[in-house]
Structure formats: C-alpha cells, structure tokens
C-alpha cells in the first residue's frame, strides 16, 4: 500500500480512534464493491486491507496506553541546557514509575513525534526562550497537535533561558487554549 494512504489515516483519522474501530467493526463483513469517501482515496480492491491498518493504527495506541505508562519527553535544546533539563526530567518521570520517552523535536519527525504522543499517558514539552520566542521546531509540533485529541492528557512545559524565559508561556497558553472543552 501506498505511505500516503498511512500519512493520510495518521492526519485525518488520528483523533477519531474509538470510531473507527466502530465504523471497521460494523463492515467488516459487508459484501462491499468499493468505499468512496466524500473526501479521500476512493477504494476498490484494497479496502479490506486498508480497514485492517486503520483499524490496526486506531486500536495500537489506545492498547499502549491502558498498558503502559509512558511519557513523552519532547524537547528542543539551542545549546545543550534544554537537553540537559529533559534527561532530568525523564529521571523524574522514571521515579515516578513511568516510562519517559526523550524526543528531541529538531531530530525526530513529526509522524514519530505524533505516534509517541498517542501512546503516551502524558506528555512534556521542554523549550528554550530564543530571542523571546519558541524555536520553529516547537512551534510547528504544537500546530499539528490539532491531530490529536490532548483534552484529557496530562501536560507541562519546562525551559531553559537567561533573562525572560517566554517561551514556556508560549506553550503553555497554546496547550491550554487546546485543552479547553469546546
């Protein structure tokens, strides 16, 4: 199959995990010729297959979270001290008792990213203050979260700066306006 249909269920299904599993459930043994979204691949031969690695990618993430604890640990470091305060962090959530898994946002990529946080029970966003803002990296994380469904997770941001530290705010006000019910 082809990654873009993957890409495509990572982005648009994501946040919609408990209905497809309902929705693959409810045709699995329908005699179906062909599934014709209103927006998407249209499917032919293929779509058993792509209903089973939806319904796969739906179910593993909410598998992994009853059954472990893990944290992701998503840090950005200009210099070496954000690094240095998520490996701090992750022995803190470690300590806990739960599982901490270091992501260091400008190495990894966003689908990696996005997968951890899925599994994840919560999450930690850790962010130097550059020239009073958020490097890209964060940034750009924080704009995909919207695939995801955060209200619920548990969250914080920590920082490493010298003199006005705003970008632990940044996140901070960017996470809670996500959380908020709607």
């Not at 996005?114 to 803002?133: A, K, M, Q, R, Y």
């Not at 704009?143 to 955060?150: A, D, I, R, T």
């Not at 920082?159 to 908020?180: F, H, L, N, P, Q």
Request: hydrophobic fraction near 45%; glycine fraction near 6%; include cysteine.
């Amino acid at each position: 199959l082809d990654n873009a249909l993957i890409v495509y269920n990572s982005m648009i299904f994501r946040p919609f995990k408990e209905p497809v599993i309902q929705a693959c459930e409810r045709i699995k043994d329908l005699p179906i010729a062909m599934v014709a979204p209103s927006h998407g691949p249209v499917l032919r031969k293929t779509w058993r297959e792509v209903m089973k690695i939806w319904r796969d990618r739906a179910a593993l993430p909410l598998e992994k979270r009853r059954n472990e604890k893990r944290v992701a640990i998503i840090y950005v470091s200009a210099y070496g001290n954000t690094a240095m305060a998520a490996k701090r962090v992750a022995e803190g959530v470690a300590a806990s008792g739960c599982t901490p898994v270091l992501l260091d946002g400008a190495e990894v990529s966003i689908h990696r990213i996005l997968d951890e946080l899925d599994e994840s029970i919560g999450f930690l966003i850790g962010v130097p203050t550059l020239n009073s803002n958020l490097p890209h990296p964060i940034y750009s994380m924080l704009g995909y979260l919207v695939v995801l469904n955060v209200k619920g997770l548990t969250w914080s941001s920590f920082g490493s700066y010298w003199w006005s530290g705003e970008a632990t705010k940044i996140v901070t006000d960017i996470m809670a306006a996500m959380s908020r019910p709607s």
